[in-house]
């Protein structure tokens, strides 16, 4: 067993990872409900702030990671955490209302949304495992969360190159990863998960009728979530993630 995976079977052992019973009372895999894994409502969320908002356990293991980077000069900084439902719901309505003023179909303006946002109900972010990061001892572009700012002579690659060699021991992978291959959410470099939280979550996850949430809530542009939008957008923006992260 190579160092690798000997850091994720103690994370896995330590966060008490494993498949569980079959749902039951509302409860799916884990005992996770329905309002927890869609932004709703958690019990292990805390936090006085949108930038300190997470699951416990992930708060833990990030004032860690953020020890050892400090060690070597890197600041970790969160700039999004935990976001609701009632959140993800403003900023996916908001972007569905510009571009179907400025003349997209609503079809097309659901593309265009999900090249980079999730439908709300279906954001990892609901879980409070998922966090954006960058260095507060780096010059802070006007606009943080772009690719260039990890790459090439951006401020953020010191942090970046650090996260590759370090993040993983501490139980934090990258989400939408640089791989030609995949398909659904661009490629984000400043997009970490807590994996001892979130790939139970997202197990349990798997089991909900995606299509069915969106209806009931009634989200702006849900009639344009047809039976193949919701397969595709699963299969795409929802499961082609990390490998590591399923």
Known sequence: MNRKDFIKTSLI?????????????????????RDQLIGKGNPDIAGDSYTSTMHTETA??????????????IA?????????????????????KRFTQQGLSPAEAIEK????????????????????????????PESVLQEENYHGKGPYCKLKEWMD???ESFGFYEVYTNNANRKG???????FS????????????????????????????????TDDFIAKYR????????PELL
Request: aromatic share 12%.
């Open 235 to 242: 299969k795409d923006n929802i499961l082609d993630i990390n």
């Open 13 to 33: 052992a330590s966060a008490g990872w494993g498949l569980f019973s079959s749902m039951s009372h509302g409860l799916f895999q884990g005992g996770y409900t």
């Open 185 to 191: 959410f661009a490629y984000e470099p400043w997009h």
């Open 76 to 96: 970790i900084e969160v700039v999004s955490a935990y976001r609701s439902f009632q959140r993800q719901k403003e900023i996916f309505e908001g972007k569905y």
């Open 113 to 140: 949304i999900i090249e980079y946002s999730t439908i709300p109900g279906t954001s990892r972010h609901h879980w409070g495992t998922d966090l954006d990061l960058i260095d507060a001892n780096a010059p802070r």
């Open 165 to 167: 060699k370090h993040a």
């Open 194 to 225: 807590y994996a001892p939280v979130s790939i139970p979550m997202l197990k349990a996850y798997k089991e909900l009728d995606v299509k069915a949430i969106l209806q009931e809530e009634n989200i702006l542009g849900h009639e344009y979530f």
């Open 60 to 73: 833990k293991a990030l004032e860690k990671m953020k020890a050892a980077a400090q060690a070597d000069g």
